[in-house]
């Protein structure tokens, strides 16, 4: 019996596209939001944008316009 990875599979059925990870540049992601589409980062345990954000917040003078809030604990 031959084995087949998941993402082998993947790309043998579909194409190679839906195993990359999309890029996520903070310049890519601020031209898909609006005032009526916020933000969310949604993170696994040791990620953490706030960085990059913060740089890119002052990289576009929005800096003052930014309002960062977590849900996390505490």
Do not use: R, V, W
């Not at 005032?35 to 003078?61: E, H, N, W």
């Amino acid at each position: 019996m031959i084995q087949i990875s998941m993402t082998q599979y993947i790309i043998n059925e579909m194409e190679e596209f839906y195993i990359e990870p999309p890029a996520t540049g903070m310049n890519i992601l601020f031209e898909n939001i609006d005032q009526q589409t916020p933000l969310i980062f949604i993170l696994s345990q040791g990620a953490d944008p706030t960085s990059q954000l913060l740089k890119f917040a002052a990289d576009m003078d929005f800096k003052e316009k930014l309002f960062p809030i977590s849900l996390g604990q505490g």
